[in-house]
């Protein structure tokens, strides 16, 4: 769990500060202050302080890991559902392009049972496509599976031809599991042409003290399970010598260093998946199969609300270092994810694509 008797103090200073933007930016950048003293024969305390190898006492204050913030993954069990997308509309309500729809396409979704892999798997059967839900807790992915189709008539209808959503058990970081799955859903479908990996977890432990076995968990589903599904989906459109699209949920954690919790493992993770996607993207590109990723940054989902309940003083910090000034929401995947998969998108591929509210720009 979050120990907030360090981070707090942490966090308080910050939280004061996060109210006088002008304060944090000095603090933040005292070396770029244009002193007009430089020009004078006096040294200026700003050329003093250089002179020592010093800056400001309290450099880098906001930019560092805190060691006493730790916050395993739950138990399947604790964990909390996830609501699926009400109010959207399934069909085309207002006019767009033809060229982001995903009529008569298979596409398999990992991790589809909650959180951001579910509300991703509810935009593909919005814009179109079947659906294989693929998730460790299989009993609710039937749940969900069923609720979508149920969302999706109850938005459209009078429709004749109901999408088909089915759900499937497998651990993405056992190979075994993920042949066994691969060819459940063929066999259900009758082929598969788009893949969105969404299996994955963080947790925050010092490096120091990170758990070897929880660190190869954590490895073996981010990275190991991207790469087999990738790689079984691959080898399936191959055969066919059909065209597909395969989306990898990143994170901006793969490009930056969050902070205050301290999470090398997963932070790495993410880079080998955003780079897994470009070099596969180099790879598959003559077979058409076009790869990409989603990085997305702060995400509210039931879980991050869970936690972010019990920690409100992260939830500040986090926020306050967005500058579209929120959280997103699994909705503001919807359409990255759908464009992605598209035709829409059909001349981009190895792209790294930031939903982050602009988090990994300042
Ligand atoms: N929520 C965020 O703020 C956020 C931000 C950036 C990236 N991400 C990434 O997005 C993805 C989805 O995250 P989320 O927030 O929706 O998480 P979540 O915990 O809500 O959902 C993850 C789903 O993956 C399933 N899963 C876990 N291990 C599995 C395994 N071995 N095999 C099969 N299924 C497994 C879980 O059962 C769960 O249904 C993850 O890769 C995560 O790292 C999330």
Redesign the pocket.
């Known amino acids: 769990m979050f120990k907030p008797s360090v981070a707090r103090q942490a966090l308080r200073a910050v939280n004061n500060a996060a109210t006088r933007p002008a304060a944090i930016r000095a603090a933040a950048r005292p070396a770029l202050t244009i002193n007009t003293r430089c020009i004078s024969s006096t040294p200026s305390r700003l050329q003093d302080d250089s002179k020592k190898g010093t800056t400001d006492p309290n450099g880098g204050a906001y930019a560092r890991t805190d060691e006493s913030v730790v916050i395993e ?1 739950p138990k ?1 069990e604790e ?2 559902r ?1 609501p699926i997308v009400q109010g959207r509309g399934g069909m085309h309500f207002k006019r767009t392009l033809a060229l982001f729809s995903l009529e008569n396409k298979v596409s398999v979704v ?10 991703m798997g509810q935009a593909l059967v919005a814009s179109g496509s079947d659906l294989a839900i ?4 299989k009993e ?2 039937e749940e969900q599976a069923k609720k979508l189709v149920a969302q999706f008539q109850e938005e459209n209808p009078g429709l004749e031809k109901l999408p088909k959503v089915t759900a499937h ?6 190979p075994e ?1 993920v042949n066994a799955v691969l060819a459940e859903i063929i066999q259900q479908h009758g082929r598969i042409d788009n893949l969105v ?6 947790e925050n432990f010092d490096a120091i003290s990170y758990p070897y076995d929880r660190m190869k ?1 954590l490895w ?3 990275v190991d ?2 790469y087999l599904f990738a790689t079984g989906v691959a080898k399936h459109l191959m055969e066919r010598k059909a065209p597909g699209s395969i989306v990898m ?5 793969g490009a930056i260093v969050n902070v205050p919790q301290p999470q090398a493992p ?1 932070n790495a ?2 880079a080998a ?1 955003r780079h897994l996607a470009a070099s596969l993207a180099v790879e598959w590109a003559s077979h058409n199969i076009r790869v990409n990723c ?11 609300r869970k936690i972010l309940d019990e920690n409100p003083e992260l939830k500040r910090k986090w926020t306050s270092l967005i500058p579209q000034g929120k ?2 929401t ?1 909705e503001d995947l919807m359409g990255p994810v759908t464009f992605l998969l598209s035709d829409a998108s059909k001349y981009v591929t190895g792209a790294d694509l930031r939903v ?1 509210g602009g988090y990994t720009l300042t």
């Not at 058990?169 to 056992?174: N, R």
């Not at 990996?197 to 963080?202: I, L, Q």
């Open positions: 993954y399947d964990m909390p996830s990992t991790g589809g049972a909650r959180g951001l892999g579910l509300v693929v998730d460790l807790n609710e992915a058990y497998a651990d993405v970081s056992d599991s990996t969404s299996a994955g977890f963080t968990k073996g589903v981010n399970g991207t949920i990143g994170s901006m954690s997963y993770a993410k998946v989603i990085s997305p940054g702060y995400m509210l989902t039931a879980l991050t959280m997103g699994p982050d």
